[in-house]
Nanobody
Framework: QVQLVESGGGLVQAGGSLRLSCAAS????????MAWFRQAPGKERQFVAL???????YYADSVTGRFTISRDNAKNTVYLQMNSLIPEDTGVYYC???????????????WGQGTQVTVSS
């Protein structure tokens, strides 16, 4: 298990930007695929972005071109840069660590507590 702590959420106007961070307590952080998921009010949690052990990135169609995921293995941290935010991006954003580079929730064995992102119109 990996302890994950997200930060950086908040309230932003449409068109604005936020940068989420997820700090991990893991000796072998670089061996994990890291992902971001989000859950909007009244909806199921859904995939947003992932980054593999070797840096390969994959995004949900709804955020492609607006969001960028990155990782700093020296700091045991993964980031999600969110630009051109829209109200539909509102939700609780969760960081997750897993064993394979796939956008499936069941692959991820460790989850953070989530950080709220609210985009106003």
């Amino acid at each position: 298990q990996v302890q994950l702590v997200e930060s950086g959420g908040g309230l932003v106007q449409a068109g604005g930007s936020l940068r989420l961070s997820c700090a991990a307590s893991a000796r072998a952080f670089s061996n994990y695929a890291m992902a971001w998921f989000r859950q909007a009010p009244g909806k199921e949690r859904q995939f947003v972005a992932l980054i593999g052990m070797h840096g390969g990135e994959y995004y949900a169609d709804s955020v492609t071109g607006r969001f960028t995921i990155s990782r700093d293995n020296a700091k045991n941290t993964v980031y999600l840069q969110m630009n051109s935010l829209i109200p539909e991006d509102t939700g609780v954003y969760y960081c997750a660590a897993g064993s394979a580079t796939v956008p499936l929730q069941q692959n991820y064995h460790s989850w953070g507590q989530g950080t709220q992102v609210t985009v106003s119109s």
